[in-house]
């Protein structure tokens, strides 16, 4: 992987790793644990071109004040990939990733994506199936909402490095700039996602307590050409937990859905 940095207007600088092999393009968005939730993806596609940006304010990034919404997000990430000249992209996106996916897809004008893969995903506003609110939990609380096996991904606190706590509460402020209050849901968002006609692929931990089942299932159909899949033994990251069993769905639908896109968006 590479390290590579795009400057944009107004003082945004977008880091971004790259592995550029010659496969297809593929965008992995993290969710509000820092690009480190999405490293298991980059190792399974390692015949792919990757890229994982770091979202502005994570993980020690800088963020400029005016650059504040999951909108500033997917539009700039639109502008790279345009400026990178691909096409037929697949977008990966866990968690807060997925919802800049969903606006990604509503807002790509130039016909640069070609698929969708939402995990665990959060955007969208689902009556009787609210998005937990992580931002005051502790790690022990937050892997119980997380993970289907918590015990096997506990830290023992001795071991935490004040520079690593540090990190982890300027996650949560970044993830509560980018939300703006909005609880990881835009009520209008699921309303809108009709009008995206590229394939969509929603996978789901079945376990998660972040953003349940239900919510992924009510993710799916407001998409016209989507399917879910659950994902046993997994929580909000089966990246993490069940790689083996997400990875072979992911390559089998971007293998699929090559060269799909004949009109992203109406």
Do not use: C
């Not at 506003?125 to 022990?140: I, R, Y």
């Not at 699921?190 to 929603?202: D, K, S």
């Not at 972040?210 to 879910?228: C, H, K, Q, S, T």
């Not at 293998?255 to 992203?264: D, H, P």
């Amino acid at each position: 992987m590479t390290t590579r940095r795009e400057s944009f207007a107004d003082g945004l600088i977008v880091r971004f790793e790259e592995q550029a092999n010659s496969g297809r393009p593929i965008l992995i968005l993290h969710g509000g644990g820092g690009p480190q939730t999405v490293a298991g993806l980059v190792a399974g596609l390692d015949k792919a071109h990757v890229l994982v940006p770091t979202h502005p304010g994570f993980s020690g990034e800088p963020r400029p004040e005016w650059f504040n919404s999951v909108d500033d997000l997917a539009l700039t990430y639109l502008d790279l990939l345009e400026r990178l000249d691909l096409h037929d992209v697949l977008v990966i996106g866990s968690s807060m990733g997925g919802w800049v996916a969903s606006e990604m897809a509503l807002r790509d004008t130039a016909h640069v994506l070609g698929g969708l893969v939402l995990i665990n995903a959060t955007g969208i506003q689902v009556e009787g199936h609210p998005v937990a609110d992580v931002s005051t939990l502790t790690p022990d609380e937050l892997a119980a909402l997380s993970f289907y096996n918590p015990a096997a991904f506990r830290v023992d606190p001795a071991t935490v490095t004040p520079e690593q706590v540090e990190g982890r509460k300027a996650n949560f402020r970044a993830l509560a700039v980018y939300d703006q209050g909005l609880g990881g849901s835009d009520p209008k968002l699921g309303r809108r996602l009709r009008r995206v006609r590229i394939p969509v692929l929603v996978a789901w931990g079945e376990s998660d307590r972040v953003v349940d089942a239900e919510y992924g299932r009510a993710y799916a159909l407001a998409f016209p050409n989507a399917r879910f899949e659950l994902i046993p033994e997994a929580g909000h990251l089966p990246q993490i937990e069940q790689s083996e069993r997400l990875l072979p769905l992911v390559r089998r639908f971007s293998m699929s859905t090559r060269g799909t896109n004949a009109g992203a968006f109406e």
